[in-house]
């Protein structure tokens, strides 16, 4: 078996091994039938399933209405009208933060210790003045094994009380919070000097809803940040991972209210007050670029971390681009057909695993775009090519911008915690994690269409899917 060579694979998802590869799809069923007797799933281009309720609202090729009028429907989903320089500039940042201040929080919960201890336990505390070095370090280490032990026989109560959030006092450090990086965007690049930030929105319409599970449907009348977002794509946003969920977020248990507190209330900010809101982003910006390059570094920033929204459009004729030039804006987007005319604001298409998605990956990366694909594999594990195209790995490094165009960006799938604590595995995560399955030592099977539903579907084929080849077998370079 070599590179290019077409079969069908028989794979058991419970081991999560390769047990046979067929010629044909008749022989691969009777093959799988004869192994197990579980579910039998299969994913083949001829065995259609009603994937309409999945399928991206826009994207088609183009030349078609939806593929070309898919930037201009995503401003209108999420109501949002381009802004001028004339207007965003000639506001003060004061003007601007009182606009855009009581959107924010007023004071910020904490949670603080309550220890009752006599005046002697509490004396026994204090190192003694005259310590060597060596013996306050064994200090400090005895009287965190105490609070630990304490904590443990519940002697140490928890409290939450709230205080002042000092960073939103002032315009400048107020306009601070609506930026910040995150780890991923962290990550160096070898040889380059790149210091990467970004902006957070909460996605899709996630700010603007109450529900519990407000991945699963759009309220009437709401915006909706993440257009070309599915359903799959929602239910896993990384919005949910990470800090986000932790189990003691600002001393409470995990809920929704903070997975999107601050991120809702800034998209609420920035969507009934945007020329306000966009002199502060600008402002933040614009100082967080001159202090990279006082250092000596390379700014780089994504003005969509968990949104897509078209920048480009917003900020009319990308005065906003156009005014930083030395800011390399990058961003990834499930919206086809965005332009950006200017050099500094790159774009990445993000494959969603639909039937129209495909068509529109095929499209952008015709069109000079490069496309970001999210393999179930291990790190670095992919095929060496995709929807014809070659696969570079995405995992070191963030800054998009420096990847060759006309070529597949691979991501592997890093299983994310659910908004309440669940695990979200890769089968779960639907049509836009691809499965990379390894055959034998340095061959791998990549799926090149959608998924489909189960294995009743191929009954209703008539067994005509034998002609049609649904994996395509990659050997490793």
Known sequence: MKSGDFGYIVFDGTAQRVIEVQDNLIDAVAAAKSQADGELIIMDPTVEADASARDNPAPMQIGHRSYDDAPATAMRAAQLTPVSREEVMSMGLEEAYRAVRPYMPRRQIVTRPIIVETGAQYRAKIAPRDAS???????????????????ARGEIEQRMSTTSLKAYAEPKTFADTLIGGNLKMDKPVQGMTIVSNGHSLAPYWSAFTRSTKPHLERPKGVPTLCYGATPECRASCLVGTGQNVSRDYKGQ???????????????????????????????????????????????????????????????????????????????????????????????????????????????????????????????????????????????????RWIDPTNCVVGLFYKTPTSRMGERVGAPSAGLFVVPVLQVEPGVFAVAHTPKQSDGDLFEEAGLAANDVNAYELEAEE
């Open 133 to 151: 070095p060596a013996e306050k370090q064994q200090w400090k280490i005895q009287q965190s094994n105490e609070r630990a032990e304490r904590e």
């Open 253 to 399: 248990k995990v809920s929704r209210a903070h997975i999107y507190k601050v991120k809702g209330l800034r998209t609420k900010a920035f969507v009934s007050e945007p020329v306000a809101y966009s002199r502060l982003l600008f402002d933040a910006v614009s100082r967080f670029a001159k202090g990279v390059q006082h250092k000596g570094g390379t700014p780089s920033f994504r003005l969509n971390v968990y949104s897509d929204v078209p920048w480009e459009l917003f900020f009319k004729d990308q005065w906003f681009f156009r005014d930083l030039p030395y800011v390399r804006f990058y961003d990834y987007t499930k919206v086809p057909n965005r332009d950006t005319i200017v050099d500094n604001y790159d774009l990445t298409f993000s494959y969603a695993g639909t039937k129209t998605s495909i068509m529109s990956t095929e499209t952008e990366m015709r069109r000079g775009l490069r496309a970001a694909v999210v393999f179930a594999t291990n790190k670095d594990e992919y095929p060496g090519e995709f929807l014809g195209m070659p696969v570079i790995s995405g995992d070191d490094y963030d800054a």
